[in-house]
């Protein structure tokens, strides 16, 4: 079950490989805007991402049937949808789906590194980092 907030991976690739370059970030930044609202109280140096230009914050929770459910925010809208994407990837699966994905292939066909300078991607391997690690300790 992906989260009813965030379209399926699929459809956002589908949806982004029709559109110029300013329209693929206004994609991302409308997809920022679908996560769900993460308290402040959770906004830590503990789910803080290392390694980002802006702040970013994921805190995974793990559900009654062993899914990973995360919320995520940052400071600056086209890391929000950079985020946004990558828990498109892995949303409300189980914790050992999440920890075998591969987040970087799924993430393809968005083309980030070409699209986007090096400071909006620079954090982008440590939140999938942190989402695989997450992963293979719930699992």
């Not at 379209?7 to 996560?35: C, N, W």
């Not at 702040?55 to 062993?66: A, E, I």
């Not at 968005?110 to 989402?131: D, W, Y």
Request: charged letters at 30%; aromatic letters at 6%.
């Amino acid at each position: 079950m992906i989260s009813p907030l965030l379209p399926p991976l699929a459809d956002l690739a589908d949806e982004y490989g029709f559109l110029d370059s300013e329209d693929r970030y206004r994609l991302l930044i409308e997809l920022g805007r679908k996560l769900e609202l993460m308290p402040e109280a959770l906004k830590t140096d503990a789910t803080k991402v290392r390694g980002c230009s802006a702040s970013v914050w994921v805190y995974p929770t793990k559900l009654g049937d062993g899914r990973l459910h995360f919320l995520a925010d940052s400071n600056a809208a086209i890391t929000k949808g950079i985020v946004a994407l990558v828990l498109a990837a892995v949303q409300d699966r189980p914790a050992e789906e999440v920890a075998e994905t591969d987040i970087e292939g799924k993430l393809e066909p968005f083309e980030l590194t070409r699209e986007l300078s090096s400071n909006r991607t620079q954090g982008l391997p440590n939140m999938i980092a942190l989402v695989r690690d997450t992963a293979r300790r719930f699992a």
